[in-house]
Every structure is written in C-alpha cells, then in structure tokens.
C-alpha cells in the first residue's frame, strides 16, 4: 500500500514528482499505437485520469505497456503513486491540462474505489468557436451528424469525413484517421461526441481531427446528447 499523500488533479505540478498519489478514475484509454516524435520513436498508449477536481492525461510508452496496458481498466478508479508529472504535448494529450502524468517503472497501480469521483466530464466547444482554437489544441466537441462520406485513402492513410452541425448552425467537419475511419459506424442523424480532437487548419478552415488520440462516441448516453437530439428534431 502507497504512504503518499493523495491530492486533487487540479493540483499536479511537475515539482511534486514522485512524491503524492491521486485517485482518478480512467475514464477512456486508448489503443496502443506507434509514435514519432522530435526523431524518437516506439509505442504508447494514453488515458484521461479524472477525479472531482479536473482531469489529467495519463501516458505510458514502449516497455512499460506491458506492465499497464491489460491492468488498467476503463471505467475503474485507481490510485496511482510515483509516476511523473510533466508538461503535456499537443499530441499526446487527450485533455485541457497542461500537463501530463507520465507512468514509471516503479509506478504503483492500486485499484480502489469512489462512487464521488465522475464518471465521464466534457467541456464542450460550440461549433461555431471551432475556428479560433490554436492549431492541434485538443477539442471536446458534439453535433448531429449530417453526413458521413466514403472511406477514402490519402498518402498511405485511411480518411473518412464527417460533417457535423449544432444550434450554432455553424457546419464543421470532423476527420476520422485510420482505425477510427475504418471502424465508423456513425449514420446521418447519430449525436457524435469527441473527446480530444484536434482543431486543425485545411484548406483554409479549421476541421477537428480524429484519430488514437481520441474518444469519439456515437449516441452516448449523456444529457448533452439527448439535449442535442431534441434540438435537432425539433429545429
């Protein structure tokens, strides 16, 4: 059992490395993919950590998934000891935050319980506001799906596009990448939900991209997207 001192996630500086634990659920985590990165390379895979005070990213790279990817459960809370707080990268971050807890070889993983810690927590960004986020800043986003386009293959890439649209009737299309592309299954009408999408430049506007870095949802069970259906249907 850890003797460090839990403290809230709004909290984590990287002065405190090693020193405090928190207790967060993992309430996404994603595939385990390849990266590339200022000429380093390997696989990772990243979560996003919550608990009552905010969220954080979580990251794990190369040698150390094998010790964390099958323990670590989305859905559960957990308190985790002697891992690493750092600044976050654009693309490796899932979250607000700016920074992000790197996992150690020596961190500790300890499952536990809190019915207090949510669930699920979303900071959604009008549509219509999509435009002035900084290039690769993470998105949380959520429209009505008003057309969804063939698979297509660019530069040894898979790309599928999504049109979405909000009371803002403010059209922006969203990118599916690769595995998210592929595995779409989204209809005209569906409430998409992204957590984490990039706000990139194309062509001159602003689409949201989605790939492993991202929680894309179809008609989740949320009241936003309940909220949004009953809009859409009764515009």
């Known amino acids: 059992m850890n003797s460090n001192a839990i403290i809230p996630i709004c909290s984590l500086l990287p002065t405190l490395c090693n020193m405090t634990s928190i207790k967060a659920r993992v309430t996404w985590k994603s595939e385990i993919t390849q990266w590339n990165n200022a ?30 990817y099958g323990q670590i459960q989305t859905g559960l809370v957990y308190i985790f000891s002697r891992f690493q707080v750092q600044q976050a990268e654009n693309c490796f971050k899932v979250s607000k935050n700016p920074f992000a807890v790197f996992l150690l070889w020596n961190t500790v993983v300890e499952l536990s319980a809190s019915e207090r810690i949510p669930r699920e927590t979303y900071n959604f960004l009008p549509l ?13 986003a959520i429209g009505i799906c008003t057309e969804v386009r063939d698979l297509d293959h660019r530069g040894g890439h898979s790309i599928r596009e999504i049109l979405l649209v909000d009371p803002d009737y403010q059209p922006v299309m969203l990118n599916l990448w690769e595995k998210e592309a592929e595995n779409f299954e989204g209809r005209p009408d569906d409430v998409i939900v992204v957590k984490g999408a990039r706000a990139q430049p194309h062509n001159n506007a602003i689409k949201l991209n989605a790939s492993w870095y ?22």
Do not use: C, H
Not at 128 to 140: A, I, L, N
Not at 215 to 235: G, H, K
């Open 214 to 235: 991202t929680n894309v949802q179809i008609n989740p069970d949320i009241p936003d997207a309940t909220s949004m259906l009953e809009w859409y249907r009764n515009q």
């Open 128 to 140: 219509s506001e999509v435009s002035t986020k900084p290039d690769k800043e993470p998105v949380d």
């Open 39 to 68: 000429g380093k390379d390997g696989i990772i895979f990243i979560m996003n950590l919550l608990d009552e005070s905010g969220e954080i990213t979580g990251v794990v790279f190369n040698n150390l998934i094998n010790a964390f």
